[in-house]
């Protein structure tokens, strides 16, 4: 009979990913060492967009206007509020 060690319950260590400019699991961007939030804001995005999308449709038009103007916004670097 063998003495047969149990199955760790904790997670296998994993390799760090290739940092040639590579987004991290964070959203920092590795080689450039400029940490942004590019994940958070995917997500924030992802999640309003699936709320948009469970509203009547003449709502979903005026709310998806709303943000293509932000993000037209921020494509140019301008505050979407005007201010």
């Known amino acids: 009979m063998t003495d047969a060690q149990p ?23 590795l080689s450039e060492g400029t940490a942004t939030d590019a994940e958070g804001e995917f997500d924030a995005m992802t999640a309003r967009v699936a709320g948009i999308e469970a509203r009547p449709l003449e709502e979903r038009a005026a709310a998806y206007g709303g943000v293509a103007e932000e993000l037209r916004a921020a494509l140019e670097g301008a505050d979407p509020e005007g201010s």
């Open 7 to 29: 199955a760790s319950t904790e997670p296998a260590p994993t390799e760090p990913a290739a940092t040639d400019g590579a987004m991290s699991t964070e959203g920092t961007v």
